[in-house]
């Protein structure tokens, strides 16, 4: 039995009047990949954010530690520390070069000396394929090469668990590989992630589980063969049909 | 005709130029703190601190600064009991006045910043006020140049209106001797040119500054 890290239950977020996650139980295991997938509004992107409490959660609770952290008491920054983002559209930081967006945050919450940091942020751009741009602005680079220094960024903490929100959608359909390529051998090195993605080949490949989200439900969850081969729900199989390219 | 008049006109216009850098100086450094400030406030979401910003800001706005440089140096200190130099005075207008303009520039800038940057600073574990000076003011900033430095040389221009109240600016000084002296086309050509210089030196500062961030 693999120890949970994180467990999500009855969480719920409204924004006024509107209920954009209703009920979400989840646990997620270490070095567990979970990808979210469903229809456009049913609320990943919000579960994620409230995950790292981008947004308050309206009720319900997270546990990660032991601790739950559905609280203004509780210091999110130790949990942000932990557990990184990569969103879908880079959000680097214009005015830095590529090495500097990757050292600032360990900088800053004192990660380690420079020269060390600078060790640690060279080598993560070796591993995503950059390092010869380390010097150069962001706004020189392509999406996929933007996007792979983000998620080197977001290691730079060196995160227990990384949380993507639709990270290719963004991409020219020909940059998607080299990001994914990445984020494959994250999961094979044994990260924690959960993946909001519409690239429904990755999710089969790289998930030990697929949750499939609608109007602020998990409506169903399962091994990817489960969800992709045998859907359960009348809500997974029209929202797969739509989306899969028709069974050859 | 000679020019042996700038004999005593050049003279007069140096000690005139001295307090209109002062007042310039220390009036756009005061504007640019207080601009800051409220610019700040304008796009938070604290109620109070938005009002007393905005109150502020339509107050200055909306009245001539030479009627707020004569309130000031007439009205102010016999409601209040108290003595104020002109020159306090000048430089409290300036300060006034290009703060609340500043503020608007300032309040434009951060909102001109993608919140996706905030979010992943906040997402890297950064505090909101390592967020702040780390990920938002220098773009920010950068985005302002144009609009600041504007700003800087409309505040500049403005220290002739000080005049009125007997400020001894380069304006001031250059109308004592051409009513002294009869010389108009000659003062005032020369005080076109101190101006001219001036502000042709913070044009360049600007260009300079503007080049540096690209
Ligand atoms: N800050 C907000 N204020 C108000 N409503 C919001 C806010 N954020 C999200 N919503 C609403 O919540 C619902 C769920 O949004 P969310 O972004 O989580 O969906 P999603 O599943 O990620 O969709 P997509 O696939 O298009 O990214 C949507 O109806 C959206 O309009
Ligand atoms: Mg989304």
New binding site residues.
Partial sequence: MMNIMMRVCHLSKR??E?E?LKDINVNIAEGEVVCVI??????????LRCINRL?MPSGGTIHYRGENLVHEAYDIRKFREEVGMVFQRFNLFPLKTVLENVMLAPLLTKKGTKSEVRKIALELLDKVGLVEKAHVYPSTLSGGQQQRVAIARALAMQPKALLFD?PTSALDPELVGDVLEVMKNLAKDGMTMIV?THEMSFAKEVADRVIF?ADGYIVEEGKPEEIFVAPKEDRTISFLSRVLPAAG | MTISFLNTLLPMLVQGLKLTLLIAILGIAVGTVIGSLCGYALQGNNRITKTVANTYIWIIRATPLMVQALYGYFVIPKLLGIELDSTTVGIMVIALNSGAFISEIVKGALLGIDPGQKEASLSLGMSNLQVMFHVIIPPAFKAALPALFNQFIISVKDTALLSIITVNEITHMGQNYAALSFKTIETYTTIAIFYLVLLSILIVVQKKIERKMR
């Avoid at chain 1, 469903?38 to 579960?47: M, N």
């Fill in positions: 924004f006024g509107s954009v469903g229809p456009s509004g049913s609320g990943k992107s919000t579960f947004e639709e909001v989200m």
